[in-house]
């Protein structure tokens, strides 16, 4: 597939030595790719320099064929949904959404279809005529859409345009925006901080720290291969423990993990919960129940082994033959190990003749 | 409480600032106007409102105040709005000094701001004797002197005034501008302008009315003919002992004043709807 949005070595430091440093990436013509980090960590920075709201000291950004690093914002073929503060709040809907047609003298009668075209997709049909101040948060925020996709992007960025809103509108509006861009086959470049909605929108994610990648992948991959520490510790819920490693190994329970080369005396091992399965009988690890939260149809089970503590999910149905206090045997479908920030990859794990029963 | 003592004591409560306004505002305001109908013999007439509109000195003077007023407003206006287009969307060290000094002027006492500007531009004072005395216009006694007093006076708060509503149009707002298309006099006159004009309106109210009713300014740098209404009341009230007449050049400037007013509230309310 063509690429759509693609770029290089993007770099911007602000005078506070904060920014960002040599940002590489492109994305593919109708793909969404979603800008996932902690606050500060310079998400909006690059979505203002694709916009040309930055002037960047060093980098390119091309879209299609064409080169825009040096054009205005009014001239770049993209449309950005901001933080917050979207609409004009002195023009009713329809002259926000008919303006940039205005602007280009377009006629009257194809404003108006395209304007209810817009107001058609977002299903807010009945809205033209409000102010912004008459909209709630939820509605303002698609109308911002609409006006952003009024301008036929080539790529449209979006700026958290759901961070204001509450869980509920948030999910729906996502749910709305993933329809309309699969629909409309957009090229999308989205930035949140919230990795649950990254997770369920995007093809593509890429993960940032403190203005670098962290790591860019699918959701999937991010969730599943977690390349470095930090992206492991943001996505999802993870248990890390710390454990000595002599000679090239590391041992959890009665496992034995062996690396080619390690540098370190310690390795943190990453363990989501669902990788853990409490069982009786045989288990790779020895471990007690410490408590039980119920969180409607399954409880978080919390564990203390003696490397440190876990927790896990249990289903309600297995949940009657566990007690607090109660000694289980535990299996590990999967571990990851991480040195330092970077992960690393054992060569062999091999179970140690002791056997673990309860 | 019933229902009755509940309004008594609303009354109650809002009695002594009604009678300290009624004492000290309502009722000499009722005095100058009743004043201002009756001739030296005491009984009701037209003599002093036909004495205003038609001696031709007064017309003069009528004249000169809306001159003098309409000039400064524009003038003020204009400049505060330029310096707070200037302060709302730069950031250069010289945006921020003029940013941190340019209510100075506000806290300078006005008798004292007023002969230092006598002094500077008399025709034989600093800048005179700096360039030479057939160098300088005259400013002195003369309405360029009182339009500059006003500008000294007014711009610095009308200037406050302009920066905090431009600064309350967010950057977001300006910028989903650029984003669609707008070019720099677009954004200013379909969202800069649009959005700060009714605070405009307010400085505009405030501006006029200072200007109109002023005194010292105009009574020490004016010139001696036409002068302001306001100087030229004092001067019926304490020189010629024209009470009659005082109250009624008063009137005329309250009037003035309440016509403006009137127009502004009329606008913000058209704007409600
Ligand atoms: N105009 C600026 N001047 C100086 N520093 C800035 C400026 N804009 C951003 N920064 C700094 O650059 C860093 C990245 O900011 P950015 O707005 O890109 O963060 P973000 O990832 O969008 O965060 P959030 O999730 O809170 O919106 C921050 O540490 C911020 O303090
Ligand atoms: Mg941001």
Redesign the pocket.
């Known amino acids: 597939m063509d690429i759509q949005l693609d770029v290089k070595n993007l770099t911007h430091v602000?005078?506070?030595g904060?920014?960002i440093r040599d940002i590489n990436f492109q994305i593919k013509q109708g793909e969404l790719l979603t800008l996932l980090?902690?606050?500060?960590?310079?998400?909006?920075?690059?979505l203002r320099s694709v916009g040309g709201f930055i002037q960047n000291q060093q980098g390119k950004i091309i879209v299609g064929q064409e080169d825009i690093t040096s054009l205005s914002p009014e001239k770049r073929p993209t449309a950005m949904v901001f933080?917050s503060y979207n609409l004009w709040p002195h023009m009713t809907v329809f002259d926000n959404l008919a303006f940039s047609m205005k602007l280009k003298k377009m006629s009257k009668d194809h404003i108006n279809e395209r304007v209810q075209w817009a107001l058609r997709l977002i299903r807010l049909e009945n809205t033209a005529k409000k102010y912004p101040s008459e909209l709630s948060g939820g509605q303002q925020q698609r109308i911002a859409l609409a006006r952003a996709l009024l301008l036929n992007p080539k790529v449209l960025l979006l700026d958290?345009p759901f961070s204001a809103l509450d869980a509920k509108l948030r999910y729906e509006l996502r749910e709305e925006l993933r329809e309309i861009q699969s629909k409309e086959n957009l090229t999308m470049l989205f930035?949140t901080?919230d990795q649950e909605e990254a997770l369920s929108i995007s093809d593509r994610i890429i993960v940032?720290n403190k203005?670098d990648i962290e790591q860019m992948d699918s959701p999937r991959s991010i969730y599943n291969e977690p390349n470095t520490l930090f992206v492991a510790k943001f996505i999802g819920k993870m248990n890390f423990i710390e454990i000595p490693i002599a000679d090239h190994k590391a041992s959890i329970g009665n496992n034995m993990y062996h690396f080619s080369h390690t540098n370190s005396s310690k390795l943190t091992a990453a363990i989501r919960p669902e990788d853990i399965t409490i069982q009786e009988g045989k288990g790779d690890w020895l471990a007690s129940i410490k408590k039980i939260m119920i969180l409607g149809h399954y409880a978080e089970v919390t564990l203390e082994t003696e490397d440190g503590i876990l927790k896990t999910f249990v289903e309600k149905r297995k949940l009657e033959s566990l007690h607090v206090h109660d000694q289980v045997s535990i299996l590990l479908q999967d571990v990851r190990f991480f040195e330092g920030n970077d992960w690393i990859k054992y060569i062999k794990k091999e179970e140690l003749p002791t056997c673990i029963t309860v | 409480m019933s229902k009755r003592k509940e309004n008594l004591l609303g009354i109650a409560m809002v009695m002594p600032s009604f009678i300290s306004l009624l004492i000290l505002v309502i009722w000499p305001v009722m005095i100058s106007i009743k004043e201002s109908f009756m001739n030296g013999e005491g009984q009701f007439s037209f003599e002093n409102y036909i004495y205003v509109f038609t001696e031709p000195m007064m017309l003069n003077n009528i004249k000169h105040t809306v001159v003098v007023t309409l000039i400064s407003c524009i003038i003020v206006l204009f400049i505060s709005y330029f310096i707070a287009i200037y302060l709302r969307f730069t950031s250069s060290k010289i945006a921020n000094f003029i940013r941190k000094t340019y209510f100075i002027p506000m806290f300078v006492p006005g008798i004292i701001a007023i002969y230092g500007f006598i002094n500077t531009y008399r025709d034989n004072g600093w800048i005179a004797r700096l360039i030479g005395q057939e160098n300088l216009p005259v400013l002195m006694y003369d309405i360029k002197g009182v339009v500059m007093m006003n500008m000294w006076f007014n711009i610095p708060f009308t200037t406050m005034l302009l920066v905090s509503a431009l600064s309350a149009i967010p950057d977001s707002v300006i910028e989903s501008a650029k984003d669609v298309g707008a070019t720099k006099l677009k954004i200013f006159w379909k969202f800069i302008f649009p959005l700060s004009y009714k605070t405009m309106l307010v400085a505009t109210t405030f501006l006029f009315m200072g200007i109109v009713g002023s005194f010292t300014a105009p009574f020490l740098v004016d010139s001696n003919a036409p002068q302001m209404l306001g100087v030229s009341m004092q001067q019926h009230f304490s020189v010629y002992h024209e009470f009659g007449q005082a109250s009624s050049i008063a009137v005329i400037m309250f009037i003035m004043s309440a016509g403006i007013g009137y127009l502004y509230i009329h606008s913000m309310m058209k704007e409600e709807k």
């Open positions: 602000f005078k506070t904060e920014g980090g902690p606050s500060g960590c310079g998400k909006t920075t690059i933080q958290e930035v901080h940032m203005g």
